[in-house]
T-cell receptor, first 116, second 112 residues
Framework: GAVVSQHPSWVICKSGTSVKIECRSL??????MFWYRQFPKQSLMLMAT?????????EQGVEKDKFLINHASLTLSTLTVTSAHPEDSSFYIC????????????FGDGTRLSIL | QKEVEQDPGPLSVPEGAIVSLNCTYS??????FMWYRQYSRKGPELLMY????GNKEDGRFTAQVDKSSKYISLFIRDSQPSDSATYLC????????????FGEGTQLTVNP
């Protein structure tokens, strides 16, 4: 149980393109989903917390107009990297918590984004 | 000073060895403690989830939390080559919506 699916797993695109990444909780409903960014050999860096039906809460230093987050249902959150540039190349990972008190976060398998 | 300290390794052990991984932290508000395993180019996989101080065992894995010392450990018995991965400790306060604070991750290699 508690499977989180992320799509696509790998995307390569040209500079200036906008890229959408989907995060789905397959067998549970998630009020809250989280988006992380991870650089090689480093730990995860929280970008934003996404709550169903409301605006996402972004971490300091993360541009909300650059990284658009939509959490329209209890099983789907999307991250759109707008006008992506090479410095946006990274590993993006989402996670979701089951509805309920003090549930752990379960992670998707990540999306490797390469901007040429 | 980081809120969570974890030795990044790398740690290399022979197959069958007992592996000890640990993290220290400074925030006394942390109540929930997790260990995740992350294979290369994959997302973290939840291994252990514990609340407050105490021990928890699941198969070859044992998690220990000592809140008085602000110290958590993960033990892996009879380690296997398939255990080779990066192990991340993570912790948070109350509430499923609370943000996780991660350690840097320890890279483990189990040699056959």
């Amino acid at each position: 149980g508690a499977v989180v699916s992320q799509h696509p797993s790998w995307v390569i695109c040209k500079s200036g393109t906008s890229v959408k990444i989907e995060c789905r909780s397959l067998d549970f409903q998630a009020t809250t989903m989280f988006w992380y960014r991870q650089f090689p050999k480093q730990s995860l860096m929280l970008m934003a917390t996404s709550n169903e039906g409301s605006k996402a809460t972004y971490e300091q230093g993360v541009e909300k107009d650059k990284f658009l987050i939509n959490h329209a249902s209890l099983t789907l959150s999307t991250l759109t990297v707008t006008s992506a540039h090479p410095e946006d190349s990274s590993f993006y990972i989402c996670s979701a918590s089951l509805i309920g008190i003090n549930q752990p976060q379960h992670f998707g398998d990540g999306t490797r984004l390469s901007i040429l | 000073q980081k809120e969570v300290e974890q030795d990044p390794g790398p740690l290399s052990v022979p197959e069958g060895a007992i592996v000890s991984l640990n993290c220290t932290y400074s925030n006394s508000a942390f109540q929930y403690f997790m260990w995740y395993r992350q294979y290369s180019r994959k997302g973290p996989e939840l291994l252990m989830y514990t609340y407050s101080s105490g021990n928890k065992e699941d198969g070859r894995f044992t998690a220990q939390v000592d809140k008085s010392s602000k110290y958590i450990s993960l033990f892996i018995r009879d380690s296997q080559p398939s255990d080779s991965a990066t192990y991340l400790c993570a912790m948070r306060g109350e509430g499923s919506g609370s943000r996780l604070t991660f350690g840097e991750g320890t890279q483990l290699t189990v040699n056959p």
